[in-house]
């Protein structure tokens, strides 16, 4: 009993800290020779992404959520320790969907937010994906909506609201969240990895510096976005880009959408974001654009922008979920 107790008043304490006003971003560089000097200067400092989990959240590593083809896809899971009875509210979710030019990363990567959010009282997954060199698109899309479905096939046992999930992804797993938050209706993006009784749908997309648009130049001449694809050249098949782009998809019943993006993002221009907006305006979706003047492509692994896109994302969970 005393263990619950103090675990109830650790995830009150945090949240108090997080329900804060939200800091504004801190001033940016001119470019990013400029970052990386003030990086070795030492004025700049990394989160911890091995963050050690604190007792007030427990975690399940390697829960395996579908099947991609011959791939066993994995997710781990990090929810509030207390315990919950049948009685108490049932708490939101949130998937995050991890980057790495749809080729690379590992879903360790969103260890912190998964441990800040479920000291929040969300039950957080953070997942894996069939990788481009593994399976091409559409696999990967595939595989996070299953991972949506897995959520609420789960919800009972997790006490989750199956009405109140959202999925956040960084760069390519921007890219695959949006993809996961505006996709209906098309069969063969859903694929056959499980839980084909659930629906796929989120409430709620963060979307931190993804592609949205790979119809456009910066990404017709990627070789990422074109191995992604499966090798498909723009010319020689501009349906898939077409197919694969996140502005495709957008219509008025999507569900409220972050998108944070830094200005000098070499890696994702910013006018992948600003075409978004566009989309969404233009459709009524609803929608805030957090632009981080002088920020680069994964800028919220510098403490002080994580602490402002942090609290940005918790006001924005609050607000739609």
Same mark, same amino acid.
């Given at each position: 009993?005393?263990?619950?107790?103090?675990?109830?008043?650790?995830?009150?304490?945090?949240?108090?800290?997080?329900?804060?006003?939200?800091?504004?971003?801190?001033?940016?560089?001119?470019?990013?020779?400029?970052?990386?000097?003030?990086?070795?200067?030492?004025?700049?400092?990394?989160?911890?992404?091995?963050?050690?989990?604190?007792?007030?959240?427990?975690?399940?590593?390697?829960?395996?959520?579908?099947?991609?083809?011959?791939?066993?896809?994995?997710?781990?899971?990090?929810?509030?320790?207390?315990?919950?009875?049948?009685?108490?509210?049932?708490?939101?979710?949130? &998937?995050?969907?991890? *980057? #790495? $030019?749809?080729?690379?990363?590992?879903? /360790? +990567? =969103? !260890?912190?937010?998964?441990?800040?959010?479920?000291?929040?009282?969300?039950?957080?997954?953070?997942?894996?994906?069939?990788?481009?060199?593994?399976?091409?698109?559409?696999?990967?899309?595939?595989?996070?909506?299953?991972?949506?479905?897995?959520?609420?096939?789960?919800?009972?046992?997790?006490?989750?609201?199956?009405?109140?999930?959202?999925?956040?992804?960084?760069?390519?797993?921007?890219?695959?969240?949006?993809?996961?938050?505006?996709?209906?209706?098309?069969?063969?993006?859903?694929?056959?990895?499980?839980?084909?009784?659930?629906?796929?749908?989120?409430?709620?997309?963060?979307?931190?510096?993804?592609?949205?648009?790979?119809?456009?130049?910066?990404?017709?001449?990627?070789?990422?976005? &074109?191995?992604?694809? *499966? #090798? $498909?050249?723009?010319?020689?098949?501009? /349906? +898939? =880009? !077409?197919?694969?782009?996140?502005?495709?998809?957008?219509?008025?019943?999507?569900?409220?959408?972050?998108?944070?993006?830094?200005?000098?993002?070499?890696?994702?221009?910013?006018?992948?974001?600003?075409?978004?907006?566009?989309?969404?305006?233009?459709?009524?979706?609803?929608?805030?654009?957090?632009?981080?003047?002088?920020?680069?492509?994964?800028?919220?692994?510098?403490?002080?922008?994580?602490?402002?896109?942090?609290?940005?994302?918790?006001?924005?969970?609050?607000?739609?979920?």
């Amino acid at each position: 009993m005393a263990a619950c107790v103090s675990a109830a008043i650790t995830v009150a304490l945090a949240a108090t800290q997080l329900h804060a006003e939200v800091p504004p971003a801190p001033p940016g560089y001119a470019d990013e020779a400029a970052i990386k000097a003030a990086f070795f200067a030492g004025k700049l400092k990394t989160i911890d992404l091995q963050l050690p989990v604190p007792a007030a959240v427990t975690v399940e590593k390697a829960v395996e959520y579908g099947q991609g083809g011959e791939v066993a896809l994995k997710l781990d899971l990090y929810r509030p320790a207390q315990a919950v009875g049948t009685d108490d509210p049932l708490m939101p979710a949130i &998937i995050f969907v991890h *980057g #790495g $030019a749809w080729k690379g990363g590992s879903r /360790e +990567i =969103y !260890r912190y937010y998964c441990v800040k959010l479920a000291e929040q009282g969300y039950v957080v997954a953070t997942v894996s994906y069939r990788l481009s060199d593994v399976a091409p698109f559409p696999a990967a899309v595939q595989d996070v909506k299953c991972a949506v479905r897995w959520m609420r096939a789960n919800a009972d046992r997790l006490h989750v609201d199956p009405q109140r999930i959202a999925i956040a992804g960084g760069s390519a797993g921007g890219h695959l969240a949006l993809m996961a938050g505006y996709v209906t209706n098309h069969p063969e993006l859903e694929g056959t990895g499980g839980h084909a009784d659930e629906s796929s749908r989120v409430q709620a997309v963060v979307n931190f510096y993804g592609p949205t648009d790979l119809t456009s130049e910066f990404a017709q001449g990627s070789d990422v976005v &074109i191995k992604f694809l *499966g #090798g $498909a050249q723009y010319d020689d098949n501009p /349906e +898939i =880009y !077409r197919l694969a782009s996140p502005c495709t998809h957008v219509s008025a019943d999507d569900p409220p959408t972050l998108i944070l993006h830094g200005s000098i993002d070499s890696v994702v221009p910013i006018s992948q974001a600003e075409i978004l907006v566009e989309k969404l305006k233009s459709a009524g979706v609803a929608y805030e654009y957090d632009r981080l003047e002088g920020w680069p492509h994964t800028m919220d692994l510098e403490a002080n922008v994580n602490r402002h896109c942090l609290a940005k994302m918790v006001e924005f969970l609050e607000a739609n979920l």
